[in-house]
């Protein structure tokens, strides 16, 4: 029965080898893609070593614009001196303009010459050829055809005709290396990681037991991770997709930044330009920040909660399966070279128009799959939260990580169906024809942007908060205290919660909104900040009465409260309405947010990889690699992205290919230090994403000989450090007494004073006592 | 190679507390809608059918999800037939002692309300951003010949007369019944001093029923959008003589309508029939014509948002009964097998709640759209 | 289950008679001709029409949600309550800044209906 699956797998290796190796076909301006191939058709089929082709009249290599007349013709085959028709012929040209000169050749289009009638009974024609005016690689296929004037013959006249091709290429007076396709490149490197990622995943199983790696042992190995619906999988599952699709991400981030080095660039065009921020932006923020919290949510919140997994298990385990497939979705675009060229906010009309490439309806149809699955991951989560905490842990003794794991799920799943209806909306006009978005039947495209930016900006908020969450641990753990003022940390999470709600406009300033709403938004907006400042001079304050043991987390959680204060505060200058104007769609946005979501959010979670890292797989990782990547990429990433703050103040603006600069002052282009900046940024980014290699290997070589890590080798006070590393499949936590079992939380009094206030005893009236439940009454 | 020890993913789950709860039908299901909505978008571009070929792949998506649905309900069939129940109770306030899936049944409908709140807001956008085709008519600004846009609600057409609210109405009270058997067949679940062969008959006869109803549901809501029906002669008279109620789709009532003409809109309809319609006499229309400066007409209508927001709306809502279809049959079908005994009838309850949450959304969807 | 009767009677019987009565007013009320009312009051058939499918609906929506879906008369009722009743803050943001700002939304709502149409 296994040999059964071993053949099944092979020749599923073989067909997909087979698929790759297909020969495509070539098609011409001209449409005329079977000449290449087989020569013209119109002329029989048979090729023939015995026809000879030559063109004449070539330089070695051309200069600009110049003239050059060519003769082509050929040798051999059945045509004769003294028969009706002799040959014919077909020339393409790569590059430059071909034109004919007499009654012999016909001109199809500036790179196509043929015979005419009158030219059929020859063997050489001349044509001329003005050479590129740039530097180009010229190709010239020249086809001809050796005729034996049999007019009256088998297939009319086209029996026994021989046909040749051949084949030169030249080039300018300065050699020019083919341009690579940005698509090809991306593509590729996505094969070649996708596949280490599989050899490491592979390699990952022969370490456990080299003895036992066979084909045997590995069916079911994988076949339990790709059924379990255990938190402790589902969290690896989770975080293993968000690490490859983080660099999936970064590579494309780095080829828009080859793009940006120079001004004037064309290694990629404004058409493909679009797709590679779109799917960078997609990419990071569903495939790669998205997964990589709930994966540490699903490690830790039921360890930190003394549960035994989470609520819904099963649906756990949807949650995450539709996260790959809905990748595979929206990658279809890419793989295709016609991905979504909306930009991941997918404005309309443009989203819902023929011109936006067709890769932009997977774009949709894999994002309906991502918010079911985060639908389903928030009702999880809520639940297991308001449900299956230890006894003796209310809501007041839940750790600062629980919390921000809650708030975070209540904001995404409260505001993600606006997100999901919306692209239902785009999802139906594209495929069945709806007219939501159509602008000639009435369609309003300011209400994608509101249902959308009702999602968008939760959502932003859905990603920074866990990192929050983290960096309280880290901070309490690394100051050995616990996180000063933690009941206003929980207010100012929930706070963050709700007002996040009703901020949403500020990304629509310029969009012709309401003007009432503009004004009560930017209002707002001010507003939220004050939440997140308490949290950072809670943090400071916790720092401040501890006593700080410097880790590598503890690195990252500082660079964090760096990073992230600089990012909130250029977020400041853009409730102004007025400075909105000013900068908005500049890269002064493109630095805030990158502050925030990777000076916030990424440096949170490389701060909780270093801290539960030894928890989840029992090993250490390296504390010199580990400080080795704090100072490389912290120091590389500020540079990549701080200088964006000035490029934006000047008016570089963001989704646009390139950029050009100029020592006048004209409108629309930057000063001359703009070039050199954006060279210095696309070197840094190139650092900061090498950097980022220092942890992948950290992690590899501590799976494969990092030392065992204890229990508890930070000195934390949570519950997850109460059990071994790694957890035991069933949880179990050592007790007090010696024993191991659930946990229960018996010194309710560490956080804050137990007396109820007045909302927690009109609260308790709610609730349903302990001898009043069902089964007591029947 | 499935024992004890390893309970199959495929197969009857382990009940027993500490087993294993590995399962293929997420991992299947999510295949299952990437293939549909991949092979969808095939088989439609922009409205433009793709032809016949493209149609069998979608088919192949919806058998792949139908496949994983078997897979999840081959694994919870067994579950509490043999009296081992394990429906875990909250811990902790606020929800302490309520049943676990309870509260997670809430959270859910929690979302829903949210799916449905976008839904309303977008159909609300539209019908008070865009004028009613009523208005627009009456203003005069329009010519025969050429499309305006305007908001033509599905009302209009539905509250037209007694006959075309029929199916909406039936399908109103259908829905509140169902929701009454749906309760009826808890009951009869969880009674617990009747004898097991009756229970497992009236359970099944409620669930049956519901099932039913819902099925009617659907149905007649296809006959209102598509189908149409006839009337009965003696009724002809009542209808303007018409033999038949169109559907929606007859009368022109389509996603792509943009030159929909309907007889309400018709001045020389109007002026044949002037006990069916009249133009109001302060109309700007009326004082057009009167002065001779509006020829009159046919008024041609672009009503494709209108029909696009009545038909996404109803029809979410119809995808949501259709849902409540497919856990209907899997609960007719254990409860055939007398699954559901007083231990385990809180399953019956968590999807009633579900149901009753569908016709909730029926409440406020039909007066809002079927009869405004 | 209910534990109370309405009017002596099983609650869901009553609720079900209850809910098919409130539809059977919804419907007559499409169908019959309200003008002479709207007059009387100053406002369209349509206005009418309107405020009596929205003053019916309320009931029905809470008749189900107490009711069939048990939010009254059981021990878990109060705080299952309180989370269905969680989202209305959303829900009222949803529908005040999506569904009631369309820049061209005509003068047939009132004032205090248009967020965005305040004569700026």
């Known amino acids: 029965m296994l040999r059964n699956r071993s053949k099944g797998a092979i020749v599923i290796l073989v067909a997909i080898a087979a698929m790759l190796a297909l020969p495509s076909a070539q098609s011409l301006p001209g449409g005329i893609s079977g000449v290449q191939q087989s020569g013209c058709n119109c002329h029989g089929a048979v090729p023939s070593a015995s026809v000879v082709a030559s063109i004449d009249g070539l330089p070695e290599s051309y200069n600009y614009s110049e003239q050059y007349e060519l003769t082509v013709s050929f040798q051999g085959g059945p045509s004769q001196e003294g028969n009706v028709n002799q040959g014919g012929f077909h020339l393409w040209a790569s590059e430059g303009t071909l034109s004919v000169s007499d009654a012999t050749a016909q001109l199809y289009n500036e790179n196509e010459v043929g015979h005419t009638d009158a030219g059929n009974d020859q063997v050489s024609w001349t044509v001329t050829w003005t050479a590129p005016a740039t530097d180009r690689n010229v190709d010239f296929v020249l086809h001809v055809n050796s005729v034996n004037g049999n007019a009256d013959g088998a297939g009319g006249g086209t029996s026994g005709d021989m046909w040749s091709k051949v084949t030169v290429s030249l080039g300018g007076p300065i050699e020019v290396l083919e341009a690579a396709d940005p698509f090809v490149v991306l593509g590729v490197l996505i094969i070649v990681s996708a596949s280490l990622l599989a050899i490491t995943l592979a390699y990952v199983f022969y370490r456990k037991d080299p003895d036992a790696f066979d084909w045997d042992n590995f069916a079911p190995w994988l076949a339990d991770w790709l059924t379990s619906t255990d938190h402790k999988k589902i969290g690896t599952l989770y975080f293993v997709a968000g690490l490859f699709f983080l660099g999936v991400g970064g590579i494309m981030a780095m080829i828009i930044r080859i793009q940006l080095a120079v001004p004037g660039n064309d290694f990629l065009t404004q058409e493909q330009y679009n797709q590679f921020f779109t799917l960078h932006g997609t990419t990071m923020i569903f495939l790669a920040a998205m997964p990589m919290i709930n994966g540490f949510a699903n490690w830790m919140i039921p360890l930190q909660l003394g549960a035994a997994d989470l609520a819904l298990p099963r649906i756990n385990a949807m949650s995450f399966w539709l996260q790959p497939f809905a990748a595979l979705l929206i990658f279809t675009g890419v793989f295709s070279g016609h991905g979504a060229d909306t930009g991941w906010t997918g404005y309309a009309p443009y989203v819902v128009s023929e011109g936006a490439h067709y890769g932009t309806t997977m774009w949709a149809a894999g994002q309906i799959m991502l918010v079911a699955s985060s639908t389903l991951t928030g009702i999880n989560f809520l639940t297991t939260m308001a449900v299956m905490r230890a006894p003796g842990m209310g809501w007041m003794q839940m750790p600062l990580f629980s919390w921000s794991i809650l708030i975070a799920n209540v904001m995404l799943f409260l505001s993600i169906p606006a997100f999901g209806v919306g692209l239902i909306q785009v999802y139906l006009d594209r495929v069945v024809g709806t007219a939501f978005y159509d602008i000639a039947a009435g369609g309003d495209p300011l209400l994608w942007s509101h249902l959308f930016w009702y999602f968008g900006h939760p959502e932003v908020y859905v990603v920074i908060v866990p990192s929050f969450g983290i960096i309280s641990e880290v901070i309490a753990t690394s100051s050995r205290r616990s996180v000063f003022g933690y009941r206003s940390m929980v207010y100012a999470l929930a706070g963050i919660g709700i007002v996040a709600f009703i901020v949403y406009g500020h990304h629509m300033f310029t969009s012709g909104m309401s003007p009432t709403l503009r004004f009560v938004t930017m209002l707002t907006t001010m507003l939220v900040a004050v939440p997140t400042g308490i949290k950072i001079f809670n943090w400071l304050m916790t720092m401040h009465g501890g006593s700080l043991v410097y880790r590598t987390h503890t690195l990252w959680a500082l660079g964090f409260l760096v990073t992230f204060t600089l990012g909130g505060i250029s977020g400041m200058f853009f409730p102004s309405i007025a400075m909105d104007t000013h900068l908005h769609e500049s890269y002064f946005v493109v630095a805030h947010f990158h502050y925030v979501l990777v000076g916030g959010t990424v440096f949170g979670f490389f701060s909780g990889i270093y801290y539960w890292w030894p928890k989840a797989t029992g090993k250490m990782l390296s504390e010199k690699l580990g400080v080795l990547h704090f100072l490389t990429a912290f120091v590389s990433y500020n540079a990549l992205f701080w200088p964006m703050h000035r490029l934006g103040v000047w008016g570089m603006t963001r989704r646009h290919h390139t950029y050009f600069v100029t020592t006048e002052e004209a409108l629309g282009s930057l000063p001359m230090e703009a070039a050199g900046w954006n060279m210095f940024i696309t070197v840094s980014g190139f650092l900061f994403f090498f950097s980022n290699f220092i942890l992948v290997f950290n992690m590899i070589a501590s799976s494969i000989r990092g030392e065992d890590a204890p229990d508890d080798p930070w000195g934390g006070w949570s519950f997850e450090w109460m059990t071994t590393s790694p957890p035991p499949a069933h949880t179990l936590y050592k007790l007090d007494d010696g024993t191991w079992g659930l946990p229960t939380l018996k010194d309710a009094n560490e956080h804050i004073a137990n007396e109820p206030g007045w909302l927690s005893s009109w609260f308790q009236r709610l609730l349903v006592s302990d001898d009043e439940t069902e089964e007591a009454s029947h | 190679m499935s024992g004890d020890h390893h309970p199959s993913a495929w197969g009857p789950h382990d009940w027993r507390h500490g087993a294993p709860h590995n399962s293929w039908s997420p991992f299947i299901l999510s295949l299952g809608v990437a293939i549909f909505l991949f092979t969808l978008a095939g088989a439609f571009k922009f409205g433009e059918f793709q032809g016949w070929g493209k149609v069998p792949l979608v088919f192949v998506g919806l058998g792949v999800i139908g496949f994983s649905l078997l897979v999840w309900w081959r694994q919870d069939i067994s579950f509490g037939v043999n009296g081992e129940v394990f429906e875990p109770k909250s811990a902790g306030t606020p929800f302490q002692n309520i049943d676990i899936r309870k509260v997670a049944l809430w959270m859910f409908l929690m979302s829903e309300m949210m799916v449905f709140t976008s839904l309303f807001s977008t159909y609300m956008r539209y019908r008070f951003g865009i004028p009613n085709c009523q208005t627009v008519f009456e203003s005069g600004e329009w010519v025969e010949g050429t499309s305006v846009i305007c908001f033509e609600p599905a009302g209009h057409l539905i509250a037209s007369s007694w006959f075309h609210i029929a199916p909406g109405a039936i399908n109103t009270f259908a829905l509140i019944i169902s929701s009454f058997t749906i309760v009826q067949a808890l009951r009869y679940a969880k009674k617990k001093d009747i004898d097991e062969d009756v229970r497992r008959r009236k359970v099944t006869r409620y669930l049956g029923a519901t099932w039913f109803l819902a099925i009617l549901f659907l149905t007649l809501k296809m006959i209102e959008w598509f189908l149409g029906f006839p009337l009965p002669e003696f009724l002809h008279e009542f209808n303007h003589g018409d033999s038949s109620i169109k559907s929606l789709y007859a009368e022109g009532y389509l996603i792509n309508a943009d030159s929909y003409q309907h007889h309400a809109y018709d001045t020389h309809y109007i002026e044949a029939h002037p006990n069916d319609y009249s133009i109001p006499e302060d109309s700007a229309l009326y004082a057009m014509m009167q002065a001779g400066t509006h020829p009159g007409g046919h008024m041609m209508a672009d009503i494709q948002v209108s029909a696009t927001t009545f038909y996404v709306t109803t029809g979410t809502h119809g995808a949501h009964v259709f849902g409540g279809i497919i856990g209907l049959s899997y609960m007719t079908l254990k409860a055939a097998k007398g699954g559901y005994t007083p231990d385990n009838a809180v399953s019956i309850e968590y999807f009633g709640l579900y149901w009753h949450f569908v016709d909730l959304v029926w409440v406020l969807v039909f007066p809002f759209f079927y009869l405004y | ?120």
Not at chain 3, 32 to 52: F, N, Q, R, Y
Not at chain 3, 70 to 77: F, K, W
Not at chain 3, 98 to 119: F, K
Request: glycine share 6%; net charge negative.
């Open chain 3, 1 to 120: 289950m209910a534990h109370y009767k309405i009017l002596g009677q099983d609650p869901y019987w009553m609720n079900f008679y209850g809910l098919m009565i409130l539809t059977l007013i919804e419907v007559l009320a499409v169908g019959a001709d309200l003008v002479p009312l709207a007059e009387s009051l100053g406002t369209e058939e349509k206005t009418v029409t309107l405020w009596i499918l929205t003053i019916i609906a309320i009931p029905k929506f809470i008749m189900i949600a107490a009711i069939f879906m048990h939010l009254y008369g059981d021990e878990d009722s109060a705080i299952l309550t309180m989370t269905a009743l969680f989202p209305a803050f959303f829900i009222l943001i949803m529908v005040l800044f999506v569904g009631l700002t369309h820049p061209d939304a005509p003068s047939s709502l009132p004032d205090w209906c248009r967020p965005g149409n305040y004569g700026l």
